[in-house]
């Protein structure tokens, strides 16, 4: 059978481009594309990029008030925001062309529009076009999940902070893992009153209990109103604001109210399972060890397979794609010790087990600390600084490290390639420490803190 295309991508994100380019430039396929809104996909545009420089923007208030502390004759004055997202949008669309530039040089043809599958081997666009392809690739990535709150109709998620005219005064942001707590920690360094609302008992669930403690208490410390084990119950639109009645008896009017409670797939209304293709829980595509769906001919990358929603494990999902299907070297994407940082203020950096996952293996030695950064000491800020290496007693072995502080996650990515490859406690011992840095620490921690 001829096949319009070698391969067909759904989905122009970071898993999905990669795949793209990989498939077109290197194995010699003939590739078509379809993204219904703007290629980079949810990390470049509302997501990753957008993020972390709002993160940049929102620490320098407190890097003046330290550069006075030094010395220096500065005054912070107020948050230009519509100056700020010009700029934003600005980058965002250099960036989105730098995609679309790449997938062209790369020979992939770009379909700006919707996509559905109909079948194993074919695609319908929204312009009415219908294509025929050998492999087909879902790469749609997720959406913000917004529960159904009484009231919910006046809320917004992430997607929609970055199109603001202007910044609220105040926010209530339900939810607490990583988007929540970062959010939160944004707009309350831009000047906005921040209140973070999570129903369970500590926010950044799944993390390091520890660790997160020493995050959550900095927010509070900073001024944020982290309230936990309350939820919404109605949202009440008034002239005066957004009133918002929680479980914890508190009625509280906020101008902005936005939901942060996680993501789910984006595969309403794509066709998959008419296809064949079988769906798990909230439209998640179920693939196996090598991003293969029930339908031999269909696979799926990226957060769209709720495996780790993370944009580097998107793209090493595509690239591993290629290399089984395209190259014949079956190749399963590695899912095992995946760094992360979480970029609230102070940041959070991981990388391994938890205390709690690591006590089900054995016996384990944890060893911390926690300090005042030497920069902001001299500011006279109490910003604490924590470390933490959790070592298996029995082999030595790292298995995990936590850092929240400054840069943790610039630490972590490189204590990640020790983790990865094995290293033991004796192993950290060995290293010289660099001095005078925060990252020393994690070189000099000589004796256990407990043993369990």
Not at 92 to 106: D, I, P, V
Not at 205 to 213: L, N, P
Not at 326 to 333: I, N, Q, V
Request: charged share 25%.
């Amino acid at each position: 059978m001829t096949f319009d295309y070698d391969l067909f991508v759904i989905g122009g994100g970071s898993g999905g481009v990669r795949a793209a380019r990989l498939a077109s430039s290197e194995a010699g396929a003939k590739v078509g594309l379809a993204e219904e809104y703007r290629l980079g996909g949810t990390c470049v545009i509302r997501g990753c990029v957008p993020k972390k420089l709002m993160v940049f923007a929102s620490g320098f208030n407190p890097m003046m008030t330290d550069a006075a502390a030094y010395g220096w004759d500065v005054k912070a004055g107020d948050f230009d925001w519509p100056h700020f997202r010009g700029l934003l949008d600005a980058e965002l669309t250099r960036l989105e062309n730098l995609y679309r530039s790449g997938q062209k040089n790369a020979g992939v043809t770009v379909h700006d529009a919707r996509a559905v599958v109909k079948d194993a081997h074919t695609v319908e666009l929204s312009t009415g076009e219908t294509f025929t392809a050998k492999h087909i690739l879902v790469a749609v990535g997720g959406k913000p999940f917004t529960p159904d709150v009484p009231g919910a109709e006046h809320t917004i998620t992430s997607n929609e902070v970055f199109l603001w005219d202007q910044l609220p005064k105040s926010i209530l942001i339900v939810g607490g893992g990583f988007i929540a707590s970062e959010f939160a920690c944004i707009l309350h360094g831009l000047g906005v009153k921040v209140t973070q609302m999570y129903r369970g008992e500590e926010i950044l669930r799944g993390f390091d209990a520890e660790s997160v403690g020493v995050v959550a208490d900095a927010m509070r410390e900073r001024g944020i109103d982290l309230r936990v084990k309350t939820d919404v119950k109605s949202i009440t639109k008034t002239d005066a604001g957004l009133v918002v009645d929680a479980t914890d008896g508190t009625n509280d009017t906020f101008e902005t109210v936005m939901y942060a409670t996680g993501r789910v797939p984006n595969t309403d209304g794509l066709g998959l399972e008419n296809a064949g293709i079988t769906l798990g829980k909230r439209g998640v595509v179920e693939v196996d060890e090598y991003s293969q769906t029930s339908v031999p001919s269909i696979y799926a990358v990226g957060d769209v397979t709720n495996r780790i929603n993370l944009t580097p494990i998107a793209i090493r999902e595509g690239a591993a794609f290629i290399e089984t299907v395209f190259h014949g070297r079956p190749t399963k994407p590695d899912h095992d010790l995946v760094p992360s940082a979480v970029f609230t203020q102070p940041e959070f950096g991981t990388v391994g087990m938890t205390e709690d996952e690591a006590k089900e293996t054995g016996t384990i030695e944890v060893y911390t600390t926690k300090f005042r950064a030497m920069n902001t000491l001299f500011a006279g800020r109490e910003d604490k600084t924590f470390m933490k290496l959790i070592v298996s007693a029995e082999t030595r072995k790292v298995l995990g490290c936590h850092v929240v502080g400054a840069a943790a996650g610039e630490m972590i990515q490189l204590a990640g390639v020790a983790v990865k490859m094995g290293a033991t406690k004796e192993d950290f011992d060995r290293t010289v420490a660099v001095h005078p840095v925060a990252a020393e620490e994690l070189v000099t921690l000589k004796t256990p803190t407990r043993t369990v």
